[in-house]
């Protein structure tokens, strides 16, 4: 799963992409995204379910730290994008 992303599309966008979702802006969706060409550690421009990434926060969760654990962090599960998660699964 080191190929992989986890990114936040949030309700209200934040100024900057530099701090994950709080209480203030827990994130509406959890997406799975393929890294970027050359750039192991960023999100390509696009989901696993096809949305833009563009304005989505990239999560400090990444796959490959957690063996064993589902791609996204337990704590998102039920807002993780099905889409994304079917993918995933294959």
């Known amino acids: 799963m080191s190929d992989i992303v986890v990114v936040y599309e949030l309700d209200r966008p934040a100024a900057a992409h530099t701090s994950p979702p709080d209480a203030d802006r827990p994130p509406r969706r959890v997406h799975a995204v393929p890294t970027a060409p050359g750039r192991p550690d960023a999100a ?23 063996s064993g654990a589902p791609w996204y962090p337990a704590e998102y599960a039920a807002v993780v994008c099905p889409e994304c998660d079917a993918v995933m699964e294959v």
Do not use: I, N
Request: charge should be positive.
């Open 44 to 66: 390509g421009p696009r989901t696993l379910c096809g949305k833009d990434t563009f304005a989505m926060e990239p999560a400090r969760w990444k796959p490959s730290e957690h």
